[in-house]
């Protein structure tokens, strides 16, 4: 089963149970709080280490996040681990983010632009998808800036990527004229 399949049947079950007890918001908040840990590389070394054993892993988990989580979360990191699908958890947290937009109606978007954008430009953008059969009603708008973009921007909205950049424009050019 490929990791993508994986992740997201461990995240939907976790979001169908979540919302089952009604703690939804809870979950959100240790999932969050996983993924800011997850920043440190030493904890995602420790969780993808064949060589570290299980229950070790396991009394570490308990020991940094036993307390600070919610009970539903603990259940599900800790059964997580104990399946050996601890290396898997940046994914499911992905994933549960996803799923948990989509049950609430809310597209995420990403838009890289070579500058950032300003409140019109991001306003205008933002008016254009919400009017667009592309997105879900909602809509949460994260920004980059990529100055090798060189000018115009990207847009991710889910799995598609629209790329109306200037040095993509160029590389299109580029290709047209090597091509001939």
Known sequence: MSLQAV???????????????????GTMSD?????????????VTLLKSPIVKTDKK????????????GELSNTFFELVIKKGREAVIPEILTSFKDQVNKHKGVSSITVVSATALSDDALAQIKASLEASSETLA?????TEVDPSLIGGFKLKIADKLYDASVAHRLEQMRKTIVEQ
């Open 31 to 43: 999932m969050a709080q996983m993924e800011a840990a997850l920043e440190s590389k030493d904890l």
């Open 58 to 69: 396991l009394s570490i988990y308990q020991e940094v996040f036993g307390s600070k989580m």
């Open 7 to 25: 992740a997201s049947r461990y995240a939907k079950s976790l979001l169908d149970l979540s919302l089952e007890k009604n703690v939804l918001d």
């Open 138 to 142: 909602s809509i949460d708008v994260v």
